[in-house]
């Protein structure tokens, strides 16, 4: 039967987000709806990722959790990068899977899934160079901050990553393709644009880089703000720090990806920058827009990562004072060099070494957090919160910022899209949260009478309900 409804689940990175955002306007085209929310839908399509084992894992997990309470089941799609580096042996492994598709074959779902649809189990993990542009809707309606994918793929090899297997080479899209998207999600509603690519700072036209096009969008009237992610140090080039001082509309955040504090590891992940390289380009950032929040990526663990080498990723962490950082417990994937190199880390290690990373950005997190208590910003509103008449928005700094209910209406404020408002109170992140010891909740301002009013359990981790602390008067 030809499905009627689908759900497109996405995993992993913001690239796969905006991939399913584009399978779903594909769909839409098609005559297919979405499944409403806790409805069961005809067609499901899982867009993995497989940048570590436990994410690739997630997606076999979901598709046994797909079968229905009478035993039948909804036409399964297996696609993103699980489907990319598995290709038919995902089939094999769960039987559930009706297709497959790679990122880079997606057009052709509507396709496949007559094929599907018709008894066939067509698989495509196929790359041909970006087509899968040209053959996709042109968009027509945009959250108020939308993804746009400019660059796919990576040449870098770090020894622990997929990417350049899963993705395949670095590839840019044309720049008049990128201003046209541009320009129709900002008809459709879209105030700030995330320029997307795994290496994105890489993107070029052979004569022209980021920065140019960074220069370029904002010149398109009614949009605001311009960001990209996700970013290697080796193409921060001297154009795009210079666009960080001089356009407005780049906002003043940037995640730069370090992995180790450590140049003997460094060395080992084939990253091409030493921390010192790295410490001077932030430096250079900060030269150029002194209050960029700077964000990175961590791997605590990696093969052969010695205590000494571990205690100079948490002395790099002090010097950076990251806004917001990640930090991920290395994972061998196979197939990478880095899965049969010797010296494998045991879990307990791991598990500690991450703790300890954690708290320590965590601290930094909330150093940022505080330093920005008082300033009056723009809050870009993306959506309404879980109470009523609460709004959800983003400072230029990309911390999530919740608008209390009382003021402004609804009404006004989605008309506005962007509201003006004080930095007035403070949460600590999840982790914070959890990793702090009681002393330095009550420390950064948090009252066990807010606590219990606002149902916070105080000692569960991540607990949602952790109260906001008490707004400082503006300076
Ligand atoms: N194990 C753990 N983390 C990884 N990342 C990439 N590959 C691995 C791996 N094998 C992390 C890196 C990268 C982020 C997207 O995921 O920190 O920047
Ligand atoms: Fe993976 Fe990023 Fe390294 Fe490319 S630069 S191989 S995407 S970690």
Not at 104 to 116: D, G, S, T
Not at 422 to 446: F, I, N, T
Request: hydrophobic share 35%.
């Amino acid at each position: 039967m030809t499905p009627k409804t689908f759900k497109i689940k996405s995993f992993g990175c913001q690239m796969n987000v905006y991939d399913g955002e584009r399978m779903s306007e594909l769909l839409g085209a098609q005559g297919m709806a979405a499944a409403a929310d806790g409805e069961d839908a005809d067609l499901v399509v899982l867009n993995t990722c497989h940048i570590r084992e436990k994410a690739a894992e997630k997606a076999y997990s979901d598709i046994g959790r797909l079968r229905r309470e009478d035993g039948s089941k909804p036409l399964i799609a297996l696609a993103g990068c699980v489907a990319q580096a598995e290709g038919a042996e995902a089939r094999r492994r769960s039987p559930m899977i009706d297709l497959v598709v790679g990122p880079q074959a997606y057009h052709r779902l509507p396709e496949m899934i007559a094929q599907a649809a018709g008894g066939g189990r067509p698989v495509d993990t196929d790359m041909p160079a970006i087509s899968k542009f040209d053959a996709l809707p042109a968009r027509r309606r945009a959250t108020p901050s939308a993804f746009l994918t400019v660059q796919e793929g990576c040449d870098k090899f770090c020894t622990y990553c997929v990417v350049p297997y899963t993705r395949g080479a670095e590839v840019s899209r044309p720049w008049d393709d990128i201003v046209a998207e541009a320009h129709a999600l900002v008809d459709g509603g879209a105030r700030e644009i995330v320029l997307l690519g795994q290496n994105v700072n890489a993107w070029s036209d052979g004569h022209r880089g980021l920065a140019e096009l960074i220069r370029k969008l904002a010149t398109i009237a009614g949009l605001e703000r311009i960001r990209y992610t996700t970013s290697h140090p080796a193409d921060m080039t001297d154009a795009l720090i210079a666009a960080h001082g001089e356009v407005d509309k780049l906002m003043p955040y940037l995640h730069l990806p370090v992995q180790s504090g450590s140049n003997r590891i460094l060395q080992a992940m084939n990253r091409s920058h030493t921390t010192d390289t790295y410490l001077r380009l932030l430096e250079r950032m900060r030269a150029a827009r002194p209050d960029i929040a700077l964000s990175g990526d961590f791997i605590v663990a990696f093969p052969g990562e010695t205590e000494r080498d571990f205690e100079a990723t948490l002395q790099l962490v002090d010097e950076v004072r990251y806004a917001a950082a990640y930090s991920f417990k290395y994972s061998a994937r196979p197939g990478t060099p880095a899965a049969t190199m010797e010296d494998q880390i045991p879990r307990d290690v791991m598990e500690d070494r991450l703790r300890r990373l954690h708290e320590r950005i965590n601290t930094h997190q909330l150093a940022f957090n505080r330093s920005k208590v008082g300033v009056h910003t723009q809050i870009l509103i993306e959506r309404a919160g879980r109470q009523d008449g609460q709004m959800i928005g983003k400072s230029p700094w990309l911390r999530s910022r919740r608008r209390p209910r009382h003021r402004p209406a609804r009404a006004r404020v989605r008309a506005a899209l962007f509201a003006r408002a004080a930095v007035r109170r403070l949460r600590p992140s999840p982790d914070y949260h959890r990793a702090a010891p009681r002393g330095a909740h009550r420390r950064a301002g948090q009252q066990g009478a807010d606590r219990r009013r606002s149902g916070c359990c105080g000692a569960r981790p991540r607990c949602p309900d952790w109260p906001l602390q008490p707004a400082r008067q503006r300076p």
